[in-house]
């Protein structure tokens, strides 16, 4: 049974961090990209970040860039999120997706057919 647990949400300022984890079980993350998706009420969800293989390939929203970092320890079967420099329209409910394994990360949702239950991230003003 593949399960994601998303980690680490939470209240914060805007200005301040936060840095979320998602840990896998009944799979090796190893052989599956990753990536990090968000939902805000009565939105769509869409891409934050993706992250390949080995964690040399990433890819960034463009309203996240130069703020956020994903990353990976394959050896703790664990993806990472971390946040800086946080504002209001960073608030929604943080999910991790697995993508279908030995490809390449991609920023669609429906590449990623096993996912997280959500961490909620709320930054206030």
């Known amino acids: 049974q593949v399960q994601l647990v998303e980690s680490g949400g939470g209240l914060v300022q805007a200005g301040g961090s936060l840095r979320l984890s998602c840990a896998a079980s009944?799979?090796?993350?190893?052989?599956?990209?990753m990536g990090w998706f968000r939902q805000a009420p009565g939105k769509e969800r869409t891409f934050v970040s993706a992250?390949?293989?080995?964690?040399?390939?990433?890819l960034y929203a463009d309203s996240v860039k130069g703020r956020f970092t994903i990353s990976r320890d394959n050896a703790k079967n664990t993806v990472y999120l971390q946040m800086n420099s946080l504002k209001p329209e960073d608030t929604a409910t943080y999910y991790c997706?697995?993508?279908?394994?030995?490809?390449?990360?991609?920023?669609?949702?429906?590449?990623?057919?096993?996912w997280g239950q959500g961490t909620q991230v709320t930054v206030s003003s």
């Open positions: 009944g799979m090796s993350l190893s052989t599956r990209p």
């Open positions: 992250i390949s293989l080995s964690g040399g390939g990433k």
């Open positions: 997706g697995a993508g279908r394994q030995f490809l390449f990360p991609t920023m669609r949702s429906e590449d990623y057919p096993d």
